[in-house]
């Protein structure tokens, strides 16, 4: 049976000064579904095995950067299932040592396979093939969970809220997250006005909007851009400063890589009052918590 299964998050009020209003702003906490398999990555992944499980595959075999979120939660979920798993990591100089990511997901049981990086960007699907074509048990799961039956899982947020926000925000780099929340809208007619902010915290807004527009669904979105501070995983003190006040403001683990951009926009578009002051506004944690802990942000605070 699946642990994972039954898991609904649930919604707080988000009261932190430091975004510039504390009333009606709630947050969903998808980073409390697991402590460490991280919550979209959860949300994503949920299709994923289950057909795995129905194809009688015993082996999750997917792709990460050094630092990747989906890797460890593929690693966890692995472990808690019952599965073996492997991973293509991108650099081949890494290894488990390299950080406390591919520590942990060493600590689950994954095989870790460092990978050349041209090797890497050159196909995913041809080092599937190469290494576990010949292996009946092998399962291919995209890298961070991208890919169609990604979609499903994270639908089933919006039929988990028992109220209509005016706005959903959240951190988005694949899309896939926010493919699947609008999907989740498409199905509940309910929230044929809320509009849905997917924040790019890398430099790939085009290929985002695209994917979202290509869905044809009849629910308003924006790819929200200006706020990728440099590209995936950069960073400056003004963004470190936000993470550690929101943290000391709700006492809520968020990480300078995905959610404190995404509420970072959110303080943004309160200040400028694109949002207005009457109008609800749900952010999706969508966990991610392990990057506070990386050296960059660990030397950064208590500066
Ligand atoms: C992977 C990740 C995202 C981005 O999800 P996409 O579906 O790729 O857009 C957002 N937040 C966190 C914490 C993540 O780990």
């Keep these: 049976m699946n642990p ?20 009606n702003i709630f947050i969903k ?10 919550g979209n990555k959860w949300r994503k992944l949920k299709q994923h095995i289950a057909f795995a499980e129905t194809q009688g595959k015993k082996h999750l075999v997917t792709f990460g950067g050094a630092y990747s979120n989906h890797m460890v939660a593929v690693a966890c979920a692995a472990a808690v299932l019952g599965f073996k798993s492997s991973c293509f990591i991108r650099g081949d100089e890494l290894q488990y040592q390299s950080n406390h990511y591919l520590r942990l997901a060493k600590l689950y049981g994954m095989d870790l396979i460092p990978t050349e990086r041209t090797a890497y960007r050159e196909g ?14 092998a399962f291919f799961i995209d890298e961070g969970g991208a890919g169609e039956l990604g979609i ?20 988005s780099a694949t899309a896939t997250t926010a493919a699947g ?26 290929e985002q909007q695209s994917k979202l527009e290509g869905l044809k669904l009849p629910v308003a979105f924006n790819v929200v851009t200006g706020f990728e501070f440099g590209g995936y995983a950069k960073s400056s003190k003004e963004l470190m400063d936000f993470v550690s006040e929101f943290i000391s403001q709700t006492g809520i683990i968020i990480d300078p ?9 959110l303080k943004i578009k309160i200040e400028t009052g694109e949002i207005k002051e009457h ?20 030397s950064a605070v208590g500066n």
């Design 279 to 298: 109008e609800s506004v749900l952010f999706l944690h969508t966990g991610g918590t392990l990057g506070i802990f990386s050296d960059a942000f660990l």
């Design 181 to 206: 929340l609008l999907t989740g809208m498409e199905q509940n007619p309910e929230f044929k006005n809320t509009i849905l902010h997917a924040v790019a915290v890398l430099k790939n807004t085009p």
């Design 124 to 137: 995913k699907k041809q080092l599937y093939e190469t290494h576990f074509a010949h292996k009946p048990e």
């Design 4 to 23: 994972f299964a039954s898991n609904q998050s649930k919604v707080e009020p988000l009261v932190a000064p430091c975004l510039g209003r504390v009333e």
């Design 152 to 171: 499903p899982g994270v639908s089933e947020i919006i039929a988990e809220l028992d109220f209509i926000p005016n706005h959903i925000i959240h951190a």
């Design 257 to 265: 890589v995905y959610t404190g951009k995404a509420l970072f926009a």
């Design 29 to 38: 906490r998808d980073d409390l579904i697991h402590p460490i398999v991280s």
